[in-house]
């Protein structure tokens, strides 16, 4: 790398490079020292409390949930637009591929805050309809649950399997289906 671009090139990678493992280093002095700061004694006291805690294979399993039903959900929905976006001939088409790829356009955070308006407990507007129509003591739905978590997680992940899916079943052979 030569030149006015090669130079630039290297200040964006050692700026970039500076701003990503200096934090990771103070996490790792953090995690080994005895306080709260990252300097003192170092010990390895926080590890092993935090890996010996009875809890610790409930958080794991529930990761495991979490983490296998947002990428299925996000899969089987992304597949279900694909194939109606590629293999049908439905009218508006179109929209389905552009309705798979919004979740990537709003912020994370908007979409996760959206979704807590909609579905929380005791004021979310889906439940305060439900419980109105039918009648109901409790809120049907908690977007604080492992399900509801799963739901926005796989909805955000929408976009990244519908990429990967739609040209694989574009390019696929319908006769083979």
Partial sequence: MT??????TLLL?????????????MLIFGSLSKGLTASGDFT???YISAYSDPALLEVLWNTVVFVVGSSFSATVLALFLAYL????????????????IIPMMIPHILFSVSWVLLLNPSNGIFNLILKEIFSLENS???IYSLSGMI?????LDLPIAYLIIAPAMAAFDASLE
């Fill in 140 to 142: 049907p739905f908690s």
């Fill in 85 to 100: 976006n590629i293999r049908t001939d439905i009218p508006c088409k179109f929209i389905f591929g552009i309705i798979s």
């Fill in 13 to 25: 990678i050692a700026i970039v490079g500076f701003l990503t493992v200096c934090p990771v280093v």
């Fill in 44 to 46: 390895l006291a926080k």
């Fill in 3 to 8: 030149g006015k671009h090669g130079k630039l």
């Fill in 151 to 155: 739901l926005v997680e796989g909805l």
